[in-house]
């Protein structure tokens, strides 16, 4: 795989996309092909959902983003290196309170304490976990995990956001209200973010673009536009050109499962 | 912002956190103390109970004993009191008994610990040492320790060091198997997120596997004290030889059918092992109750 350290001449180009697959297929050394002809951009200010039925290979295609996996064939090009990456378990360190979790990747980077504190307490803020910074995991709901996971990603100033099923634990409720802090975000911060969801719904209010995926081997089946502006009415869920969306969508996604 | 911190309240006030209670206004304190003493009660009286009915038998059948002339199989309970700790003589021989032994004990743990981390590290950083040498910590473990002992006893004489040893290969395995065994259990998503930061192996070791594994550590550090004891026992009571620790005295006492002794003896020993377990019950939970709900 190339993913092409970015050279300074990308990063100075404020067009090129921040991710760009072409082509890219993944087969795992026992024989599994997870991934097949995956061609997809996200841009500057694009948040782009990936829908698709469990084992359908979307994991792998953030996992490719990010760096942790490498792609067998294509080419997949990341064109920043502050990449933000929230997975599907808040994964705080248990022995740490919020402050110093939030803290950690900063930390990691070798930041020193007067940056990284103020950073850890501006991005606590942004999450609404002030207030919070001494509680440990332990003492707080499944929610408040998440916002902390975020907020340690936001410490990263992230121009490209990877999102693994970070809400799929959750309540429909703490996960609606998850889904709206997340597109404030978005618009205060206009990152690219490449979202994985089964839920269709979620995929759709959160984003600009909706990809549908279909399994064995992964591949793309499907592209919607959506056409909503940001920042978005939480009303708009109950309109009937939302629930159209949805159909299609969850119509996209029977056939390509089918 | 005020919208999105309604919700951390809310979803914290229907929780309250199972260990640590968030802090109450002190009202609400005094029920809950008072919970807190009926809880202890009810865990106290119970094994007070089977202690008082356990005494009961035992007087039983030390008396019976006693009406056939056979009384030195079994003393009166209050004996190992007045012929044990509170002689003079063989009071005082079993503290200093007691006071070696807890030396042998508690530097054979320390080596032990010692070596069992540091060895649990190094396969933990390394698979080929893993590889190449976990079998033989399990292969400690499966060798009957008596068979070693006299042979401890031919290498290294009969003293501090031998007795030493005899605990440090009776309390090693579970400080090995249990640091390993933590170390390993860390999250594989957690182990990613350092990853995507390219953390080195020094890192990851230092903020995450160690603190993981810190539970885990104690448990083994508890496993091990109470064998260690066991240990500096088995050796000095084998060998024999050297200044008496406690071992020696249980064998000098029971080949003198000094059964009031030996029962005062083998209860001092029980203490010991009991409070060395306890102690490092307390270390855990002082080191990570905090943030690990252990399950005792």
Not at chain 1, 45 to 51: D, I, L, N, T
Not at chain 1, 210 to 239: A, K, N, W
Not at chain 2, 162 to 172: N, P
Request: aromatic content about 10%; hydrophobic content about 45%.
């Amino acid at each position: 795989m190339t993913l092409a350290s970015p050279a300074p001449a990308d990063i100075a180009d404020p067009t090129a996309p921040l991710l760009d697959f072409r082509n890219v297929a993944m087969t795992f050394p026992n024989g599994t092909t997870a991934l097949s002809g995956v061609d997809l951009t996200v841009g500057r200010g694009e948040f782009v959902s990936v829908v698709g039925p469990s084992g359908c290979g979307k994991s792998t295609l953030l996992r490719i983003a990010s760096g942790l996996e490498t792609a067998s064939e294509g080419t997949a090009t990341v064109n920043t290196d502050r990449i933000g990456y929230v997975f599907q378990d808040a994964t705080l360190l248990p022995w740490r309170d919020v402050q110093s979790n939030v803290e950690l990747l900063a930390e990691l980077n070798w930041q020193p304490k007067r940056v990284r504190v103020p950073k850890a307490q501006w991005a606590i803020d942004l999450v609404g976990l002030k207030g919070f910074e001494k509680h440990l995991p332990k003492q707080m709901s499944g929610g408040m995990k998440m916002r902390a996971s975020l907020a340690r990603s936001l410490t990263l100033d992230p121009e490209l956001f990877l999102f693994d099923e970070p809400f799929g634990a959750l309540d429909e409720i703490t996960r609606e209200r998850l889904n709206d802090e997340l597109l404030k975000i978005f618009v205060e911060q206009k990152f690219g973010g490449l979202f994985i969801t089964h839920s269709v719904s979620e995929a759709i209010y959160l984003s600009t673009k909706v990809v549908v995926m279909s399994g064995r081997p992964g591949h793309l089946v499907d592209t919607f536009e959506i056409p909503f502006d940001m920042p978005r009415d939480p009303e708009i869920r109950y309109t009937a050109e939302y629930a159209k969306l949805v159909g299609e969508v969850s119509h996209a996604l029977r056939e390509g499962h089918s | 912002m005020s919208t999105t911190s309604a919700e951390p309240v809310a979803t914290l006030s229907p929780e309250p956190t199972a260990s640590t209670p968030p802090p109450t206004p002190p009202k609400q304190r005094t029920p809950a103390r008072r919970r807190g003493f009926g809880s202890r009660a009810a865990s106290i009286l119970p094994p007070l109970g089977v202690l008082v009915v356990l005494l009961g038998a035992w007087y039983g059948v030390s008396i019976a004993l006693a009406a056939s002339g056979k009384g030195f199989l079994m003393p009166m309970p209050h004996e190992m009191f007045t012929q044990g700790f509170f002689d003079p003589q063989v009071g005082s021989d079993i503290w200093i008994a007691l006071f070696r032994t807890t030396g042998v004990a508690l530097t054979g743990l320390a080596i032990a610990m010692v070596i069992g981390i540091g060895w649990a590290i190094a396969m933990s950083l390394a698979r080929w040492v893993e590889r190449s040498t976990y079998a033989y910590a399990v292969m400690l473990q499966c060798i009957p320790i008596l068979a070693l002992v006299p042979l401890v006893g031919f290498w290294f004489g009969y003293e501090f060091l031998a007795r030493v040893i005899v605990c440090v290969l009776i309390a090693l395995f579970p400080m090995v198997s249990n640091t390993l065994f933590g170390l390993q259990s860390v999250d594989k998503s957690q182990r990613e997120l350092f990853r995507l930061q390219k953390a080195d192996k020094w890192t990851v070791l230092t903020k995450l596997t160690l603190p993981a594994a810190l539970p885990s550590i104690f448990v083994g550090m508890r496993t091990s004290a109470g064998l260690s004891v066991i240990g500096a026992i088995v050796g000095d009571y084998f060998f024999r030889r050297g200044e008496p620790g406690i071992g020696s005295l249980i064998s000098n006492y029971q080949s003198r059918l000094q059964s009031a002794e030996l029962f005062a003896a083998i209860l001092a020993a029980c203490l010991l092992g009991v409070a060395i377990f306890a102690f490092f019950g307390w270390l855990s939970k002082v080191a990570v109750g905090r943030w690990y709900d252990s399950t005792r």
